[in-house]
């Protein structure tokens, strides 16, 4: 079935058309030479596994401004003088992107979609008014909600926080934008909701009640939870680690921490994790660290996908082209049995150089297909079952008798004592990491 590409008479990308699976032989840059939504690897199709989103954010706000400079990118669709008309516009062109490349989702932030008005209730009803066309969109199109949010650092009243800002007004402003943006995702149908804490954090201890403003924290999570489920989200609610920037030091530094706090709090059975690469990097980690930290807690929900620069450590957001680092996240998410609700969000953009429109067509082509080459390569190591038997090779002790019963809780420390002084020297045992590294290039050049 073809299905229309644009609205009404604007095109905001012309000459652009919808991207197809050409096949690795292709010289097409605007063709996927790997992504094909229908292929079935692993009993799913392609587009069952990836489930790839598109960010409004990235893509339709951003203008390539930075600290030292005004943006570089003219966008058609923000070059009227009404915010609500450029919004209209921006939707349009959202939409056109979406069906054009093929993806099945897409992203955003309140603000994102509508513009701030002069009161809560002029705010509330500009994202009404843009969530009413967005349906339509959706409907007309097939493209889904894979997650909804609010922004709670733009704002200048967010400085010092939203939900764990010192000033309870702002705590309750804070709520107010969640409240809307919940109704507006479970008014889209979308899966998930997601919290990223940006200004959730401190620069100074000294003007700073931490354990406050967790305490603080905790409450909005959990009034969130029960605003969502008793208007009817059955989704998940995500939280988003990062571990710093824009605030000097961010509370949801990394998978484990959020883990625990969400325990803490008893806030994990609606709460997982949107684990985003560039963050777990900044983290000190790598991205394959974070997912398998939420696999671990039974806790991954869905996964921002980009990647940083290794040189300067920076959140730069490019978008994944790292064969290793999609090939071992991709490893960790089939093993885990995918991606349940959640999926591969380019939370990605363009260089501020990358001034073509088309530019922001090649940047998700790049992306799509990394993770399409990805998963190829990832069900054959994680099929062929060479690499996991020799990581549980390595604890066949605790299958047996002392071993199991420890596993078990059946063994105190004096036991474990007696043990080692009734049995000889453990022999060395090899940890081949330069085995299963080898095997890993096999696997991906072969
Ligand atoms: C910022 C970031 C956000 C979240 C949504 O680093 O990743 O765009 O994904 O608020
Ligand atoms: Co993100």
Not at 181 to 204: I, K, P
Request: aromatic residues 12%; negative net charge.
């Amino acid at each position: 079935m073809s299905r229309t590409l644009f609205v009404g008479d604007r095109e905001f990308f012309p000459g652009i058309g919808r991207i197809e699976y050409e096949g690795p032989g292709s010289d097409n840059p605007l063709s996927f030479k790997a992504y094909d939504p229908e292929r079935i690897v692993a009993g799913k199709s392609m587009e069952e596994h990836l489930r790839f989103a598109v960010c409004y954010w990235h893509t339709f706000c951003a203008d390539g401004a930075d600290p030292f400079g005004p943006g570089t990118r003219q966008r058609p669709w923000a070059a009227g003088n009404d915010p609500m008309d450029n919004a209209r516009s921006k939707l349009d062109a959202a939409f056109e992107f979406f069906t054009k490349l093929n993806v099945p989702f897409y992203c955003f932030h309140d603000r994102d979609m509508a513009p701030e008005g002069e009161t809560v209730a002029q705010s509330e009803s500009n994202l009404k008014q843009l969530v009413t066309l967005a349906k339509e969109r959706q409907q007309a199109s097939g493209v889904d909600l894979l997650w909804g949010t609010a922004n709670l650092f733009s704002h200048p009243r967010y400085m010092n926080g939203g939900a764990t800002n010192p000033d309870f007004l702002v705590v309750a402003h804070a709520a107010a934008q969640v409240k809307a943006a919940l109704e507006a995702t479970v008014e889209l149908g979308g899966q998930n909701y997601v919290f990223w804490g940006g200004r959730e954090g401190y620069s100074c201890l000294f003007n700073t009640d931490t354990k406050r403003e967790l305490e603080h924290f905790a409450r909005f999570l959990a009034m969130a939870r029960d605003y969502g489920r008793s208007i009817g989200f059955e989704g998940a609610f995500l939280i988003e680690p990062k571990p710093m920037e824009p605030m000097y030091h961010q509370y949801d530094v990394d998978a484990q921490t959020v883990i625990g706090f969400l325990r803490h709090h008893g806030l994990d059975r609606d709460f997982k994790l949107n684990i985003e690469a560039n963050h777990a990097t900044l983290a000190g980690h790598s991205s394959a660290h974070d997912l398998q930290m939420a696999v671990d807690a039974g806790m991954l929900g869905s996964i921002d996908a980009n990647r940083g620069n290794p040189q300067n450590g920076w959140d730069t957001d490019q978008f994944p082209m790292d064969m290793y680092d999609c090939v071992q996240n991709m490893m960790i998410v089939l093993a885990a049995g995918g991606l349940g609700s959640g999926g591969f969000n380019f939370d990605a953009k363009v260089r501020r150089e990358s001034t073509d429109a088309e530019d922001l067509f090649l940047g998700h082509i790049g992306g799509m297909d990394a993770y399409a080459r990805a998963l190829v390569i990832a069900d054959r190591i994680v099929s062929d079952g060479k690499l996991e038997a020799f990581k549980a090779s390595r604890y066949t002790s605790f299958g047996q008798s002392a071993g199991r019963r420890f596993e078990n809780g059946e063994l105190s420390l004096a036991d474990l004592r007696d043990f080692a002084a009734g049995s000889p020297e453990p022999v060395q045992q090899s940890g081949k990491q330069e085995r299963v590294e080898n095997l890993l290039n096999d696997y991906m050049f072969t």
